[in-house]
C-alpha cells in the first residue's frame, strides 16, 4: 500500500512541477510584454516589519543588459567570415496606421516577437523542410517608404548580379 501512496504523491509533485513550469512560462511571456511596452520595470515587494519597525522590502528591477561590445565585435566577425556559406530571408511589413510608437519600439516590438516565434514553430514543428531551430533573427530594422524602395532595389540588383556570376562584395 505505501508504494501506491508513495506513486501517487509522486506523480502529484511531478504534476505541480509541469503546472509550475507552465505558469511560469506564460508570466514570463505577460511580463516581458510590458517590458516592452513600458520599458524597465521598478518592483517593490513588502516582507513586512522588523522588531525595531523597519520595512523590509525585495525589490527587483528588470531590464535590458546591453551585449558585452567585445563578444558584439568577435560575433559579428564571425558571422562575417561565415555569410557567404549563409542564406538569408528579406521580407518587407508596412502599416498605414502604425503603433503609436518610436521606431524603436516598433523595432523592439517585431525583434521579440519574431525571435520568439521561431522556437515556437521549432517546438510544434509546424514548418517541415526549413529546420527551424537553425534560423536566427539577425536585424531588425524600422524605416520609412522611400529608404525601404532603395534597399530592396538593391536587393534586387545583388541577385541580378549574382545570376550572372558576378562577386558581390558588402
Same mark, same amino acid.
Given at each position: 500500500? =505505501?508504494?501506491?501512496?508513495?506513486? $501517487?504523491?509522486?506523480?502529484?509533485?511531478?504534476? %505541480?512541477?509541469?503546472?509550475?513550469?507552465?505558469?511560469?512560462?506564460?508570466?514570463?511571456?505577460?511580463?516581458?510584454?510590458?517590458?516592452?511596452?513600458?520599458? !524597465?520595470?521598478?518592483?517593490?515587494?513588502?516582507? *513586512?516589519?522588523?522588531?525595531? *519597525?523597519?520595512?523590509?522590502?525585495?525589490?527587483?528591477?528588470?531590464?535590458?543588459?546591453?551585449? %558585452?561590445?567585445?563578444?558584439?565585435? $568577435?560575433? +559579428?566577425?564571425?558571422?562575417?567570415?561565415?555569410?557567404?556559406?549563409?542564406?538569408?530571408?528579406?521580407?518587407?511589413? =508596412?502599416?498605414?496606421? !502604425?503603433?503609436?510608437?518610436?521606431?524603436?519600439?516598433?523595432?523592439?516590438?517585431?525583434?521579440? +516577437?519574431?525571435?520568439?516565434?521561431?522556437?515556437?514553430?521549432?517546438?510544434?514543428?509546424?514548418?517541415?523542410?526549413?529546420?527551424?531551430?537553425?534560423?536566427? #533573427?539577425?536585424?531588425?530594422?524600422?524605416?520609412?517608404?522611400?529608404?525601404?524602395?532603395?534597399?530592396?532595389?538593391?536587393?534586387?540588383?545583388?541577385?541580378? #548580379?549574382?545570376?550572372?556570376? %558576378?562577386?558581390? $562584395?558588402?
Amino acid at each position: 500500500m =505505501s508504494d501506491r501512496l508513495d506513486n $501517487e504523491q509522486l506523480k502529484a509533485k511531478v504534476g %505541480q512541477i509541469l503546472y509550475n513550469e507552465f505558469i511560469t512560462g506564460r508570466l514570463k511571456e505577460e511580463v516581458l510584454a510590458q517590458f516592452l511596452q513600458r520599458g !524597465p520595470i521598478e518592483l517593490s515587494y513588502s516582507l *513586512g516589519k522588523d522588531s525595531d *519597525g523597519e520595512e523590509i522590502c525585495i525589490n527587483a528591477r528588470i531590464y535590458r543588459k546591453p551585449a %558585452q561590445l567585445g563578444s558584439f565585435k $568577435e560575433e +559579428i566577425a564571425r558571422r562575417n567570415r561565415s555569410r557567404a556559406h549563409k542564406k538569408y530571408v528579406i521580407f518587407a511589413m =508596412s502599416s498605414e496606421k !502604425p503603433a503609436a510608437t518610436t521606431d524603436e519600439g516598433l523595432r523592439d516590438n517585431f525583434d521579440s +516577437i519574431l525571435s520568439q516565434s521561431l522556437p515556437w514553430w521549432d517546438r510544434y514543428n509546424m514548418r517541415g523542410g526549413i529546420n527551424v531551430r537553425d534560423w536566427m #533573427l539577425e536585424k531588425t530594422m524600422v524605416t520609412d517608404g522611400k529608404s525601404v524602395a532603395t534597399a530592396l532595389k538593391n536587393v534586387l540588383k545583388a541577385e541580378r #548580379l549574382e545570376r550572372e556570376n %558576378q562577386v558581390i $562584395e558588402p
